[in-house]
């Protein structure tokens, strides 16, 4: 059924429903991924999969990325070090790197000072999901518009959008004052500010086109990447044999390395089936984007109207038995050797979605779920905190628009001996061991 509706139905499925708390938040859809279907989203998409998530750029990106990354394996371990006796809560790291590591593609190199801003968008892009990712009975019933004010909701939708507007607005005015106008085609802003400055595009890009791309940045890039490395973690601590194959081929290749590199990656088979299997069992956009028909049309012997709303449950395919082996089951061995891939071809396993809505950011995702877990499980070896020893992982899931783990993760780190040396002496010569 996915596959006859992605596939042959998917120009006609490519529309987003109209949500009114996206509508507010995203200045009347301005934006890309919850726009409905037509010239501006194609004009947004094309300028976002040309200049942002292109290979090239990505590539261009990895410096960034690999230093956002020795930052996060820096903060482990000064807080495991000043607190060896706390739980590190892996949950809040990880949030923290994300968020980061959007505001460095966004901004460009990132002051430590500048880290501060976490606070400002993880508390909008949380509440902007909720909004948008509860139900609402006005979507469905537009006379209920009444239910949504009594409640409050619009006014909520508004101040958020309030903030976001002040808070984006902030970050054109840093970044061109930082910039003093000269700029170099660097970071996300870099490259939009110099396209509405471009007279040959065939698109007006406004400052407000400019904030609500960046919010689908930052919506659609920080809480599905650290969801995802959550559950991993999660899964590996779970299954010891896995992790324990795992590091042996990271560490095998990282040969003494204390920070593995992106280049250094790319034999390492087990870490990416990891990461499928991840996805498989946890996908952090359950039940993708919701789509909406544009045309009504029949669907294996069922009539399907112009304007209906689509959900499609990729988190109950990731488990169907029919379709895998010990379906329930943590097994990456599964995706070694084997062709599927999550670039939306493979209809049976879509956690970036397919068709032309399917993710643009797939490329900037995995090179950053690759290079952060290879470097956790290579640097340390995790443990339940001790007051946990006898229970399990809590591996409840939190229902909504992304699917977060109920009982955050908290775990201990044992340092490798190397690991300690490099922070306390800093020198490269003795990684090398
Ligand atoms: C593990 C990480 C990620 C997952 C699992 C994920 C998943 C998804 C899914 C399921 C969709 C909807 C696809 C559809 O309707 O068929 C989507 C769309 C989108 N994603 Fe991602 N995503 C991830 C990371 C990112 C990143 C890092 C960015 C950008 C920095 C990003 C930006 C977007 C945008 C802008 C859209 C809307 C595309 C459109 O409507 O044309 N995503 N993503």
């Given at each position: 059924m996915a596959r006859e509706t992605m596939r042959t139905h998917d120009l006609n499925f490519s529309s987003r429903p109209h949500v009114k708390a996206a509508a507010i938040l995203l200045n009347g859809n301005l934006d890309m991924s919850l726009a409905p279907y037509g010239d501006h989203w194609r004009k947004m998409r094309k300028i976002s999969v040309t200049n942002l998530f292109s290979v090239k750029r990505v590539q261009s990106f990895r410096a960034e990325r690999e230093a956002e990354v020795a930052h996060?394996?820096?903060?482990?371990?000064?807080?495991?070090?000043?607190?060896?006796?706390?739980?590190?809560?892996?949950?809040?790291?990880?949030r923290c790197f994300t968020i980061d590591m959007l505001y460095t593609a966004v901004m460009g190199k990132l002051s430590r000072e500048e880290e501060g801003r976490y606070e400002t968008f993880r508390e909008l892009i949380e509440e902007t999901i909720a909004l948008i990712g509860g139900f609402s009975l006005e979507d469905y019933f537009p006379s209920m518009g009444w239910l949504t004010s009594l409640l409050g909701l619009d006014e909520r939708a508004k101040r958020a959008f309030r903030k976001w507007d002040a808070a984006l607005s902030k970050l054109i005015q840093e970044h061109l004052t930082r910039n003093e106008g000269n700029l170099k085609a660097d970071s996300f802003l870099d490259i939009l500010l110099s396209l509405q400055k471009d007279p040959n595009t065939d698109m007006t890009l406004t400052d407000d086109h400019i904030k609500a791309l960046l919010m689908d940045m930052f919506l659609g890039g920080t809480d599905t990447t650290n969801i995802s490395l959550e559950w991993g973690m999660a899964e590996l601590i779970r299954n010891p044999q896995v992790m324990k194959k795992l590091q042996n081929e990271v560490r095998g290749i990282a040969a003494g390395k204390s920070m593995l590199k992106q280049d250094d990656l790319s034999e390492m088979y087990y870490l990416k089936a990891v990461i499928k299997e991840t996805l498989r069992l946890h996908p952090p956009a359950p039940f993708l984007f919701p789509r909406e028909t544009i045309e009504s049309c029949e669907i294996e012997g069922y009539h399907i109207p112009a304007k209906t709303k689509v959900l499609i449950n990729f988190w109950s395919m990731g488990r169907d038995p029919k379709v895998w082996d010990n379906a329930e089951e943590f097994q990456p061995e599964r995706f070694v050797d084997s062709p599927i891939d999550f670039n939306g071809l493979d209809y049976e396993y879509i956690p970036f979605g397919t068709g032309r809505r399917v993710c643009p950011g797939i490329l900037f995702a995995v090179s950053t779920l690759h290079l952060a877990l290879a470097n956790l499980v290579n640097r340390f070896d995790w443990k339940l905190p001790d007051y946990m020893k006898d229970e399990k992982v809590d591996m409840t899931e939190t229902p909504g628009a992304t699917m977060r783990m109920k009982t955050k993760l908290h775990l201990v780190l044992e340092p490798r001996l190397w690991c300690w040396m490099k922070y306390f002496i800093n020198s490269e010569v003795l990684c090398i061991v």
């Open positions: 996060l394996m820096d903060k482990i371990i000064s807080q495991a070090s000043s607190s060896p006796s706390e739980a590190l809560n892996i949950n809040h790291l990880l």
